[in-house]
């Protein structure tokens, strides 16, 4: 029973996601299978249907923010408005695998801070995206990778890598609830 909720929830994030279109094949299932084994997450804050982002900013108690220009793979980080540390990382790839990935614009909160390992690197911050009405867990997060030669290019499946020692710094810096914003 477990695993038919489990499918019908990845079906459901896949699609607000990654919408299919006529020119996209639709993802494979084997793509998140890996989060299967990942712990429960803790509820998340739901925000009023007319509000605003502004009113989502009031929500998170963490003086830091995270800025993710997908354009140039750049990574900016905030305490008090102040940025106090920019990192190059990698985004979703439209080119280097079968189908596109994009790393989908917008603004998230982090979850979640798991350890990881293999082509995640030591540890994956999950991230929530903001919908308009609440934030929405995902399967997309920071974290460290196993192709430290392709930061600065777009190479992920839609999630934002980074140099392993830079992901551990984040996991210790950035407290659950750290607002992060992804543009162009």
Known sequence: MSSLIFSL????????LFPVSPSLPAISAGVYDCFR????????????INSTIPSVLAASDSSYRVEVDISDNREYIYEDDRLIKENVVSTGS????????HTPLGL???????????VYGPYFLRLAKWNGSSFVTTAIGLHGTNE???LGHPASHGCIRHDNRVITELYELLPLETLIETRE
């Open 9 to 16: 929830a990845l079906s459901i994030l896949r699609f607000l």
């Open 37 to 48: 084994s990942l712990p429960q997450q803790t509820s998340l804050v739901q925000v009023g």
């Open 94 to 101: 439209a080119t280097r695998f079968e189908i596109p990935y």
């Open 108 to 118: 998230w909160k982090l979850i979640s801070k798991e350890s990881a390992g293999g």
């Open 148 to 150: 430290p030669e392709l």
